[in-house]
């Protein structure tokens, strides 16, 4: 097939940024694969992706995961099912893309155009949707636990509908915004009913003439929220924060007012009390401790002396494991992360999110390699020292002398 021409044989007028040709041939080599025909399934390795024209591409079930496409144009590209798990794809234009049940999670889509897009039952969890454009966007049973959609638009988005270009089995679920920002989202008229919005931060949002029938909102942020005219028939807002959006509070959090301000005392007050009288009774009359132990005599000073070999032995041996050991705790928005041994092509030890506060602890690795998506949501301890990562999405190695870029 001539290198002008794309895997439906029709005309193309070449691809832009990245590496042209090697794009090209990726692209034609997954359409192969697509068909049955030979072919590979498109990976991105070797091939530089940040930039590339993509317009119109056939990329479903490509395996992207980690990938920089970075200010990539995938214009109307295919891209269902395709794996994109912590891809940059930060400034990408992906209008009218199709990205039906695709997986995007820990995904960078900073400044990201999505106008239009398809991402019906795509998994978005943790991605990073700030300042993206997402008008008229369908986000039929996707999955937005924990995403970051500060200064995103919103406006005309789809969320109740079918999809309207791919075949996605999307349930009946509400969709899934657990933990989302959604501050000052314009969510006129949507349909909400059934959202699981738990620990969501709306507000400000435009909530008018929106459907939350069922919807939960446990310790949900709606602080100046706009409901007029929203149906809440069923919809859960126990402990949500509710002040100045015009509806009452949540019942749960006028009876703990309540309770506080009638000065009644909680039972977790007694218990400590009560433990506080025991052990202030039991020291008066020499009774032992209340909570055992107070009979047992001390280690004579003969007997540290003799262990004291020992626990610096042990001190020692503790020391040198923790210099050995490796540790991934995830902070602030946390991030996707793939680990390998040795090198990118050493065996995978984990892939997938780590969420704020996730740790991963490996005793003795010897040398790391890791691709992380969003470096400022991960720390590393190597050498027993803990260090931050930063910049953008990128490979780093991980040894017992520190870190590094590569």
Do not use: C
């Not at 697509?34 to 991105?44: F, K, S, V, W, Y």
């Not at 070797?46 to 590339?52: D, F, I, Q």
């Not at 695709?102 to 700030?130: F, H, I, Y």
């Not at 509806?247 to 506080?260: D, F, Q, S």
């Amino acid at each position: 097939m001539p290198d002008d021409l794309t895997t439906d044989g029709t005309a193309h007028a070449g691809r832009r940024g990245g590496d042209g040709a090697a794009v090209e041939a990726m692209v034609r080599e997954h359409g192969l694969w697509l068909e049955g025909r030979g072919g590979r399934r498109a990976t991105g390795a070797g091939v530089t992706l940040a930039g590339a024209d993509l317009r119109d591409a056939d990329l479903r079930r490509a395996d992207l995961t980690g990938q920089s496409l970075r200010g990539a144009n995938l214009r109307g590209a295919r891209l269902g099912r395709a794996v994109l798990g912590g891809a940059d794809l930060s400034h990408a234009n992906l209008t009218w893309a199709a990205l039906g049940e695709a997986d995007l999670r820990g995904a960078m889509l900073v400044n990201a155009r999505l106008a239009e897009a398809n991402l019906s039952g795509a998994d978005l969890r943790r991605a990073v949707l700030r300042q993206a454009e997402l008008t008229g966007a369908h986000l039929a049973g996707a999955r937005l636990g924990g995403a970051d959609l500060i200064g995103t638009n919103l406006l005309g988005t789809t969320w109740g509908d079918a999809p309207p270009d791919e075949d996605v089995d999307t349930g009946d679920e509400g969709p899934v915004l657990a933990m989302t920002d959604l501050r000052g989202a314009d969510l006129t008229g949507f349909d909400l009913r059934g959202a699981d919005l738990t620990g969501a931060d709306l507000t400000d949002a435009d909530l008018r003439g929106a459907d939350l029938r069922g919807a939960r909102l446990f310790r949900a942020t709606l602080t100046g929220a706009l409901l007029e005219g929203a149906l809440l028939e069923g919809a859960d807002f126990e402990g949500s924060d509710m002040r100045g959006s015009g509806l009452p509070e949540a019942e749960g959090a006028r009876r703990e007012r309540a309770r506080e301000r009638s000065g009644g005392i909680r039972p977790p007050i007694v218990l400590a009390a009560a433990i506080a009288l025991a052990v202030g009774v039991g020291g008066a009359l020499g009774i032992p401790a209340v909570m055992g132990g107070g009979d047992e005599p001390l280690p004579s000073a003969a007997l540290e002396y003799r262990q004291s070999g020992g626990k610096a032995a042990a001190a020692a041996e503790q020391a040198e494991a923790d210099a050995s050991a490796v540790t991934l705790r995830a902070v602030g928005t946390g991030s996707w992360v793939e680990v390998r041994e040795r090198d990118e092509s050493g065996a995978v030890l984990f892939r997938g999110l780590l969420d704020p506060g996730d740790r991963k602890h490996w005793s003795d690795p010897g040398t790391l390699w890791m691709r992380v998506g969003a470096p400022s949501g991960l720390r590393v301890t190597s050498g027993g020292t803990e260090r931050p990562l930063t910049g953008e999405t990128g490979d780093f190695l991980v040894a017992r002398a520190g870190v590094s870029r590569l």
